[in-house]
Nanobody
Framework: QVQLVESGGGLVQAGGSLRLSCAAS????????MGWFRQAPGKEREFVAARNWSGGSTYYADSVKGRFTISRDGAKHTEYLQMNSLKPADTAVYYC?????????????????WGQGTQVTVSS
């Protein structure tokens, strides 16, 4: 079992930055592939970013490519999503997720464990 807890959300003006954190506990964190998803009001949950279990490969949604960066600190068992040049369209609840599969996952069904989410609001 893996427990995931997100933090770092908040209110920011357009053009600003936030760094989301996803603290993991439970089984060995380094053996999981990780992903970030988001869900805006009235919309389906959508893929944002992912990395494989080793961290050697990452993948981003076109809408965030060049602005968001996924990374991890294995020693702290924490995953990060650095978000720069934020836009009002980035407003959503952001979720981190972990998968026992080693590859990159862009679909929610790929992931086995989910955090509770953290709200990000970008004002214009």
């Amino acid at each position: 079992q893996v427990q995931l807890v997100e933090s770092g959300g908040g209110l920011v003006q357009a053009g600003g930055s936030l760094r989301l954190s996803c603290a993991a506990s439970g089984r060995t964190f380094r053996s999981y592939a990780m992903g970030w998803f988001r869900q805006a009001p009235g919309k389906e949950r959508e893929f944002v970013a992912a990395r494989n279990w080793s961290g050697g490969s990452t993948y981003y949604a076109d809408s965030v490519k060049g602005r968001f960066t996924i990374s991890r600190d294995g020693a702290k068992h924490t995953e990060y999503l650095q978000m720069n040049s934020l836009k009002p369209a980035d407003t959503a609840v952001y979720y981190c997720a972990a998968s026992t599969d080693a590859g990159l996952g862009v679909k929610a069904a790929f992931y086995d464990y989910w955090g509770q989410g953290t709200q990000v609001t970008v004002s214009s």
